[in-house]
């Protein structure tokens, strides 16, 4: 047996002392029973399980590399309330949106600092975020090309760079260009900041150089020159919407890899001791001869899966589904309690509001074994796809759902996007024919429509294939899919991420040779 929470048995250190204490002064029989209950509560609360199986699953994840500058220019406020805060959120904003991925994070200013190790467990890496306090960085200037070189001993065959920067004051673009493919490190360069810059403050009071004129800090256009030499993206930080834009690019240039993760199931046993902790209430609380009010309620069958107000959010979720309030109804759904179902009922509930990413995110995050709700899962994301027009992995995704079994829905699809391709390619084609193919194709245009206008007659449609897709929803509708309901679980993570004093040490190292501090 296994208990889920074994920290909440430190409650039993204040009960036996509470205990102790009354037991001195003559307890009655019901101060045992209500000890006794007591004590069978903390013990349901801790949550004891048996373990049912274990497995071995493969996930499809993608490697990224952030790199956050954390020099002193990053405190200019012409981004607000400062360039470094706002890269922060903004970073957190794309662990948001890939859940599923893994990312490692390095803090650089004339030195680089790996602050969080690739991992999928994105707390981890706002943890070590919110740990790294620019309070105590020394140092002012940026080094992209010493970054490039801790980078460069990441062992990834290919290094996904996203960098967060204002770009220091570096120039020597062959150099990091050559760093940069030399180490097959494809740059996604995020320019935070501003064009017309912002005077830097320290201690409330505007910094001054060596001829007594203000310190302005601008974003390098450097950056945007990097980039392109290098075949990467560049990016100007106007607001958080740029995080989209950046999402969708890594998306598309994304090379699945498979992660094996060890996966065990529970049997959860706390409706035991807290069985017998309510009887024991009961006893203690009441007389010998009202004990047959409550003798019904104990025998009533009933099944504790959900936490306390799963029930409530479960009704607002479908009440708000019915009056056809999608968004809301995700948002219900998404407070139940980590399952299958409730991913899977708020990936429906956002397809059904339009909001195919967030459907998207929710259903890429199901992992089961169940053949019916897989084919269901390939299905439903296809979709989403389709609306977000990336065809290629709409048509992956059907194949999959096909594989898993006879789908009628799919394989219509699958034909339409393959018919959508094969337009594509002709008309590629017809930017090159002849005046005379010309006049032919528009003369078998014409023809055609007028079938077309025939069919119409007889109760055809030529219309009818594309509204297939968008009628073909994530569960709703004529398509529904059984679902299994597995509870899925996560510990939460109690320790909190804690910068070492040693690593300010190395993020500053170099400080006293500075030449150009700025």
Known sequence: MTLLNPWVLFGLIPLYFIYKKHITSEPTRQHYLLYTALFFMIVAASRPALTQSSSEEKFNIQDYIIALDASYSMQADDLE????????????????????????????????????????????????????????????????????????????????????????DEHNIATLTSLLKKNNIIPYFVATGTQRGAALKKDGKYLKDAHAALVISRINPMLKDLANASSGKYYRFTSLDV????????????????????????????????????????????????????????????????????????????????????HLSAVNFSKLEPSVKSYYNTGVAYYKAKEYKNALRYFT???????????????????????????????????????????ADALYNLRLLQKMQLKTTKNLFTKNSTPKQEQQKENSKKEQKQKNAQSKNRGGSSNSNHKSIQSTNGGSGNKKKQKTAIIVKQKNKANKYKMAYKAYEIINKGYADEKKPW
């Not at 699945?256 to 902790?277: D, Q």
């Not at 019916?372 to 065809?391: F, G």
């Open 243 to 326: 995080i989209d834009t950046l999402s969708d690019d890594i998306s598309s240039n994304a090379d699945n890899k498979e992660l094996t993760l060890k996966v065990t199931s529970y049997k959860e046993l706390f409706t035991i001791p807290l069985a017998i902790a309510l009887f024991l209430y009961f006893i203690a609380v009441t007389k010998i001869h009202q004990l047959y009010i409550f003798i019904p309620l104990l025998l009533l069958p009933y099944k504790s899966e959900a936490a306390l107000l799963d029930f409530h959010y479960l009704c607002k979720a479908n009440e708000s589904f019915k009056e056809h309030k999608y």
């Open 81 to 168: 309330p400062s360039r470094y805060i706002m890269a922060k959120k903004a970073i957190k904003k794309l662990f948001k949106l890939h859940p599923q991925d893994r990312f490692s994070i390095f803090a650089f200013t004339s030195n680089a600092l790996l602050i969080s190790p690739p991992t999928t467990d994105t707390m981890i890496g706002m943890q070590a975020l919110d740990a790294l306090n620019p309070e105590y960085i020394l140092t002012k200037s940026t080094s992209l090309e010493h970054l490039f070189e801790t980078v460069a001993k990441v062992s990834t065959k290919q290094k996904k760079l996203i960098v967060f920067s204002d770009g220091g």
């Open 365 to 407: 995050q199901i992992r089961t074994k169940d053949q019916k709700l897989k084919q269901a899962l390939y299905y439903n994301i296809a979709n989403c796809a389709v609306h977000l027009k990336k065809y290629d992995a709409a048509k992956d995704y059907y194949i999959k759902a096909l594989a898993l079994g006879e789908d």
